[in-house]
């Protein structure tokens, strides 16, 4: 099947919608629910996804972008847990994804002589040695004076030495983009821009939904044997759709981060520090580095949440207390925003909800899923696709995704290993070949032929040199890419790495995506404007204090 999710695809899509009932219907595409649509649609099953903004338009494109063990559960004593993430990470890193989850280095810096370094020494050699956990290398213990080394920019009297340790990295939005595509390939149906506005029932029984697709305005009934919810911070909304009681609920916690450029920290790895609610980390990003996060609850707008004035302060004020020279507002770059799905516990601080997952069925032939991290979304998909298959029967394969690699993963290893010779044949820029192998895999060649047809594309665009006008304009043909905003802010992450948050970049990149998805002039421009009003109203947003304030200055353009 293809996973080319251009214009074309979409609209064969869309019409074949409602004609037949399909085996399991998914709801949501952020990571759970593509990864959902993949283990079912891998198992032999006839999948459709569909998604009421972009894929990973919610929590997924919003995250630490780390793919870990959760080296703070151990504290915890949830064992069960971080072995269960290690073990996937292990996958990722060598097997499923190598060109999307990468290992990266954190400096642990200690406060306390002695007794600290022994505790906290303890807990991350269990965390070496659980069970998966050997696909990066292994803890160090530092002096301080070999913790300076490392990273110069933090002041000498913030530690009296360190541990440094391995976890792994992922730019969570292509990789859950990758896995949808991944999906495709294997047979499922995926949608964006089609919004649920009911269950279809057949008495008590849910036989499917009713979706409106937001392109067009047209309403679309498809009946399934079984509906997945993977809809994460819009669980709640869910259940008040279904009218039946769900045996648990989602409530939402905001972790905000900060960008910075690469050069501002003169380190040679990333960081992670204590704070009164969570943890802090320091992690490195090609050109910049990422700085969060946050954890405070948040009621207000599910699709919009934004960083104020206090969450960014906060962030600086923790991260400076272990730097030389201070970092400013002036040196941010970008800020992003998003919502974690927490099950609701008995504790009223969030960062202490459970990250585990949870799996009901609460009403015949729909099936919740709710909670866990982003490093086990494999897991997840592969639980609640298995609850779907015992209501579908008895005859339904296990899950294969284990033994999967996403879309670009085969292949890529041999063409990194021979990036000179690569280089040479696209005549590319080693440097730009690295880039694209990193963000694409095996699938660069996607990339390579769409230069040699259009030499042009192979210009950086302008106001965001490290991406290519072919990157752009392959978003559109071949990653389900609808509007200006989705190439700008998940595609690429323009929107957060370059101080003007893409708006030299953006008119630009709608006059390469224009052709591809059938827009004139009028639609064009307005592409264009909407993106302006998003940037300045997050804008405003960041310089508001509180988050009913920042709310409301993100509304504005929510509501253009």
Not at 62 to 80: M, T, V, W
Not at 325 to 347: F, K
Not at 515 to 531: A, K, Q, S, V
Request: no cysteine; hydrophobic share 45%.
């Amino acid at each position: 099947m293809s996973a080319q999710l251009d214009l074309a695809y979409r609209t064969r899509a869309i019409d074949s919608l409602g004609d037949t009932e399909i085996d399991v219907l998914v709801i949501g595409g952020g990571v759970t629910g593509a990864g959902a649509a993949l283990d079912a649609a891998s198992r032999g099953l006839s999948v459709a996804l569909v998604e009421a903004r972009d894929f990973a338009a919610g929590t997924s494109s919003r995250s630490s972008k780390l793919i870990h063990g959760g080296l703070r559960y151990l504290e915890q004593l949830d064992f069960a847990l971080v072995r269960e993430a290690l073990k996937e990470r292990g996958l990722l890193l060598n097997k499923l994804a190598p060109h999307l989850v990468h290992p990266v280095s954190f400096l642990f810096p200690l406060q306390h002589r002695v007794w600290e370094r022994a505790y906290i020494g303890a807990g991350v050699a269990l965390y070496d040695t659980l069970g998966g956990a050997r696909s990066v290398p292994m803890h160090r213990h530092l002096t301080r004076t070999s913790a300076l080394e490392l990273a110069p920019a933090l002041k000498e009297d913030a530690m009296t030495g360190a541990i440094r340790y391995y976890d792994a990295q992922v730019d969570d939005a292509r990789h859950t983009m990758m896995l949808a595509r991944t999906a495709a390939q294997h047979g499922a149906t995926v949608l964006t821009r089609t919004k649920v506005t009911g269950l279809l029932r057949d008495g008590e029984q849910v036989v499917g939904a009713k979706v409106t697709d937001l392109e067009t305005g047209l309403e679309h009934s498809i009946r399934a044997r079984t509906v997945i919810s993977a809809t994460g911070v819009w669980t709640d909304d869910m259940i008040k759709m279904t009218g039946v009681e769900y045996p648990f609920h989602v409530r939402m916690s905001k972790g905000v981060h900060i960008m910075v450029p690469r050069d501002r920290l003169n380190m040679d790895t990333g960081l992670i520090m204590r704070t009164e609610k969570s943890v802090l980390f320091v992690i490195p990003w090609a050109e910049h580095w990422i700085i969060g996060t946050t954890d405070t609850d948040w009621s207000l707008d599910k699709n919009h949440p934004t960083a104020s004035a206090a969450d960014v302060q906060y962030i600086l004020d923790h991260v400076n207390s272990l730097l030389r020279e201070p970092l400013t507002r002036a040196d941010i770059v970008g800020t992003y925003a998003g919502l974690r799905p927490l099950m609701t516990g008995a504790s009223k601080q969030t960062s202490k909800l459970s990250r585990e997952h949870a799996v009901a069925e609460p009403a015949p032939g729909l099936f919740v899923i709710a909670g866990g991290k982003y490093t086990t979304y494999r897991v997840m998909a592969g639980d609640v696709v298995d609850a779907a298959a015992e209501r579908l029967g008895s005859d339904v394969a296990v899950s294969v995704t284990e033994n999967l690699p996403l879309l670009g993963a085969v292949g890529y290893q041999d063409m990194l290993a021979n990036v000179r010779d690569v280089a040479a044949r696209v005549e590319l820029p080693v440097a730009t070949v690295e880039h694209l192998l990193g963000r694409y895999g095996s699938l660069s060649e996607n990339i390579f032929d769409l230069i040699a047809a259009v030499p042009a594309l192979r210009e950086p665009l302008p106001g965001a040199p490290d991406y290519l006008a072919a990157e752009a304009v392959y978003a559109a043909t071949h990653e389900g890419a609808l509007h200006l905003d989705d190439v700008l802010t998940r595609r690429t992450r323009i929107s957060i790495e370059v101080p003007d948050r893409g708006l030299k970049a953006a008119p630009e990149i709608a006059r390469l995506i224009a052709p591809h998805l059938g827009w004139d002039d009028e639609r064009t421009n307005d592409e264009i404007n909407r993106y302006y009003d998003r940037v300045h109203a997050e804008l405003a947003a960041n310089e508001a204090f509180d988050d009913e304030a920042a709310n409301a200055a993100r509304l504005i353009a929510a509501k253009v």
